[in-house]
T-cell receptor, first 114, second 112 residues
Framework: DQQVKQNSPSLSVQEGRISILNCDYT??????FLWYKKYPAEGPTFLIS?????DKNEDGRFTVFLNKSAKHLSLHIVPSQPGDSAVYFC?????????????FGAGTQVVVTP | SQTIHQWPATLVQPVGSPLSLECTVE??????LYWYRQAAGRGLQLLFY??????ISSEVPQNLSASRPQDRQFILSSKKLLLSDSGFYLC???????????FGDGTRLSIL
């Protein structure tokens, strides 16, 4: 079963505006969440992560928000730039027993238009 | 700094042929190593992981196997490829479960 879901397969946003990507999870044992960015024919690149003891983590233009009660996290990119056009994957793990195993969502294709 | 290498970048194989994909990590010791597969339009699915030399755990039943003959070397193999083995295979390394994994550039495998 899909424990991490990204329900929006694609997102189009104008350059300079905010991109908001959403992710939902079902496993209450998940306590570490990550966002990866992927260009075609390349491996995913780590963007930002958040532990379940926090509800927000910020790194430059990227902010991740975690709502544990709703089992929901989101990635905000402000301002969006053309180089942000890529597929973004949400991932989660249960650090207590998982040996770092990650469960991934299906990804959201972001297109930043001029 | 740490780097991860995967090869080949692309591979076209006939059904029934064997497979060997190799992954090596530099700049760290005793990493956790992972093999993922991305099918078209899907997320990444964990296939195997290893926490030490000779130790392999499989996540899903399949036609593939993995081995870790050296600390920083991880190999994905098959004796006879199936059409359903087509996909994008990614190797990753990590140190601790509360830290990110880092991925290689992947191998695009096409089965004919």
């Amino acid at each position: 079963d899909q424990q991490v879901k990204q329900n929006s397969p694609s997102l189009s946003v104008q350059e300079g505006r905010i991109s908001i990507l959403n992710c939902d999870y079902t496993n209450s044992m998940f306590d570490y969440f990550l966002w990866y960015k992927k260009y075609p024919a390349e491996g995913p690149t780590f963007l930002i992560s958040i532990s379940s003891i926090k509800d927000k983590n910020e790194d430059g233009r990227f902010t991740v928000f975690l709502n544990k009660s709703a089992k929901h996290l989101s990635l905000h990119i402000v301002p969006s730039q053309p180089g942000d056009s890529a597929v973004y994957f949400c991932a989660a793990s249960a650090t207590v027993d998982s040996w770092g195993k990650l469960q991934f969502g299906a990804g959201t294709q972001v297109v930043v238009t001029p | 700094s740490q780097t991860i290498h995967q090869w080949p970048a692309t591979l076209v194989q006939p059904v029934g042929s064997p497979l060997s994909l190799e992954c090596t990590v530099e700049g760290t010791s005793n990493p956790n190593l992972y093999w993922y597969r991305q099918a078209a339009g899907r997320g990444l699915q964990l296939l195997f992981y290893s926490v030490g030399i000779g130790q392999i755990s499989s996540e899903v039943p399949q036609n593939l196997s993995a081995s870790r003959p050296q600390d920083r070397q991880f190999i994905l193999s098959s004796k006879k490829l199936l059409l359903s083995d087509s996909g994008f295979y990614l190797c990753a390394w990590g140190r601790f479960s509360n830290q990110p994994q880092h991925f290689g550039d992947g191998t695009r495998l096409s089965i004919l």
